[in-house]
């Protein structure tokens, strides 16, 4: 089927369970990212274009920092 623009493209979801196990990964030894991650946790599957901003934001963050 072809999603709609309420559904989230699989790739956008799989894209963002990587990226939120990345952060996972990372919390051990960066508790500053502990909600970042938590909240990327919950929205993962969501996927939708704020979803992905915030990811992206958080990127930056670490990238930055």
Do not use: W
């Not at 990964?25 to 969501?46: E, F, G, K, W």
């Amino acid at each position: 089927t072809i999603p709609t623009s309420t559904e989230p493209l699989p790739a956008d979801v799989k894209k963002l369970q990587q990226i939120t196990g990345s952060f996972q990964n990372l919390v051990t030894t960066r508790p500053d990212i502990s909600y970042l991650t938590n909240n990327m946790a919950h929205l993962c599957l969501q996927a939708s274009d704020q979803t992905i901003h915030i990811a992206n934001r958080g990127i930056d963050y670490l990238r930055n920092t």
